[in-house]
């Protein structure tokens, strides 16, 4: 059994990581058999390595760093999508890849391909961990482990890849192996300074119509952080739903706020606006940023760039749990009046809950989520209408908006579910779960103890691209955009062995909730909608926010 192996799980063990999402193959023998033979780690197997990264990348959504084991070659490869997902949203995801010895590097050995740095600037460390031999310490090992975890959980947290060279044969004995400990390299948070808060207190005093953005936040603690804040404030509300926090009630929140930002009327325009978090789930907000000139505070800790639009932020690179002071300075905004009225006629103005379509269906799913539950949205069209159209209790939300891709959202939300432990509704497209398949065959034969729903709302092809000016090109538009098909997917589900529900209308669909709800582990429902219906109802309520009629 390699002792470097055995030493790496052991120290991560100790550093509180639990869960180890793992491919199968010969190569990283020596890790997975360290996993398996430890009676604390946690194992997740799976077919494929794109499934298994996501996966990882959901545990580390919910503030738990998972490892990724793979063995070599296009292995290592299939990680991409998730290690970039990770990257730009600041997860934690550790890779440890197997790969050849040096004497089979760059000899057209099989299944052995370049994995140094394979996956470039996407992680925020790499190192090569050499064969076992006596000039390798396992003190060595321990003291590049350690930093490793800091740069995966630190200020600016991310994927960070091991690359594991072993040589055959491998030593299948087992061993026990005692080691000391080697502490992780702790950071402090970022908080704004003294002269940085006098100055932004003298801002915030002479505003009068302050309006307050939340982007894309990934980190738990500022996500509560947030939370626990906002009840304060007496500011409108732009809350994204890449936050978690999009269905939370607030007075203030600012609903069909991609639509409004479209063409927003005169009467919406702030004087001063903080922004909190990355960026928002729609190119309408950096487009309406351009056309303002009003002072902006962005307050986030990455250090990234994060101003698309290229406006004049004044940028704060704080960690957002330190805004106390803050939150303590807004007093309230004039705008405020005008954004509850037009709630109020949008809310008037939404499709009736018992009418088919896309909007109801996300509404009706949502609903249907225990007190104690949470929402794992789809991106394209159901993470717009969520942040659009719907009105519902508090539930914790998360996304995969760093790429902003449709690959893996399954297998991010099940290890997300596994990482929180409660009751998980996924709504996704139907091109998006014809992206991960392959990981449903993983989940059917998963055990666990919570309800994983996933409600995949088919329109027969990509929704998103109406939205496109190509879109009235309809010859082009439908051959080579709208990625039409006319497949049932529950029959694909059901021959995996999944429960599975195929729905076309809203009493069907409350049903299939309420017995979903009811039963642990993995369950879909397919509902089948028209997708050029849904859009006809999405223009008419884009009217209302500019000033017409329904």
């Known amino acids: 059994m390699s002792i470097l192996a055995t030493v790496a799980i052991e120290q991560l063990i100790q550093y509180g990581v639990k869960h180890f999402c793992i491919c199968p193959g010969s190569r990283s023998t020596p890790l997975t058999l ?72 760059f000899t057209n050995a099989n299944q052995t391909i370049d994995q140094i740095k394979l996956f470039g600037e996407q992680t925020r460390f790499f190192f090569d961990i050499p064969c076992e031999s006596s000039s ?30 072993f040589r055959e044969p491998f030593d299948l004995t087992q061993r026990t192996i005692s080691i ?36 894309e936040i990934t980190d738990p603690i500022e996500i509560t952080a947030i939370k626990s804040s906002l009840s304060k404030v007496k500011w ?38 903080v922004h909190l978090g990355n960026g928002l789930c729609t190119k309408r907000y950096e487009q309406w940023l351009q056309q303002l000139d009003c002072p ?59 009418q088919w379509d896309e909007i109801s269906v996300l509404q009706q799913s949502i609903d249907s989520v225990p007190k104690e539950g949470q929402l794992f949205i789809g991106n394209s069209m159901p993470i717009r209408d969520l942040n659009n159209y719907i009105c519902s209790k508090y539930i914790p939300v998360a996304s995969n908006r760093g790429a902003s891709g449709i690959d893996g959202i399954p ?28 990981v449903l065959f993983t989940l059917q034969q998963q055990s666990f103890l919570c309800p994983l729903v ?47 529900h195929s729905v076309t209308d809203i009493p069907s669909l409350q049903t299939a909730l309420q017995s979903c709800w009811e039963n642990n582990g993995l369950q879909i429902i397919e509902a089948r909608v028209e997708r050029r219906h849904t859009n006809s109802i999405r223009k008419k309520l884009r009217l209302l926010t500019q000033g017409g009629s329904v």
Request: hydrophobic content about 45%; proline content about 7%.
């Open 296 to 354: 902006a505070l962005l307050f986030h800790p990455r250090p990234i760039l994060s101003n698309p639009a290229a406006r004049p932020f004044e940028r704060y690179t704080v960690h957002l749990q330190s805004l106390d002071f803050l939150f303590d300075s807004l007093q309230e905004s004039a705008l405020l009046d005008w954004v509850q009225n037009h709630n109020q006629q949008l809310q008037m103005a939404l499709p009736h809950r018992e």
């Open 454 to 500: 996933i409600v995949v709302i088919n329109n027969c092809g990509g929704g998103i691209f109406e939205m496109l000016p190509i879109a009235t090109e309809e010859t082009i538009f439908d051959s080579h955009f709208a990625t039409i098909h006319q497949h049932q997917l529950a029959p694909i589900t059901t021959a995996m062995n999944i429960d599975t």
């Open 236 to 273: 409108p509300c732009i809350i994204d739903a890449s936050s978690g926090l999009s269905l939370l009630s607030h007075d203030g929140k600012v609903l069909a706020y991609e639509d409004l930002l479209r063409s927003p009327p005169p009467e919406f325009k702030p004087d001063i606006i």
């Open 180 to 215: 000391r400990s080697f502490p992780v390299p702790t950071e402090g948070i970022l908080v704004p300074t003294s002269v940085q808060k006098k100055h932004i207190k003298q801002q915030l005093a002479s505003s009068k119509r302050g309006l307050l953005v939340i982007g």
């Open 136 to 165: 390798y310490s396992i003190e060595a090992l321990q003291n590049t482990l350690s930093f490793a975890v800091s740069k995966c959980t630190g200020a600016n947290a991310g994927p960070i890849h091991l690359n594991w060279m």
């Open 34 to 105: 360290a996993v398996a033979r430890h009676p604390k780690a946690h194992s997740h197997i799976f077919h494929d390595e794109r499934s298994a990264a996501f996966a990882a990348l959901g545990f580390g959504k919910a503030g738990q760093v998972a490892v990724l084991i793979t063995t070599s070659g296009t292995a290592v490869a299939n990680a991409l999508p998730a290690v970039v997902e990770a990257n730009l949203a600041n997860i934690p995801l550790l890779l440890m890849t197997a790969d050849r010895p040096p004497e089979l590097r």
């Open 411 to 438: 297998s991010t939300a099940f290890g997300w579910m596994l990482g929180n432990q409660k009751p998980t509704l996924l709504v996704l497209g139907d091109l998006s779960l014809m992206h991960d398949f392959g």
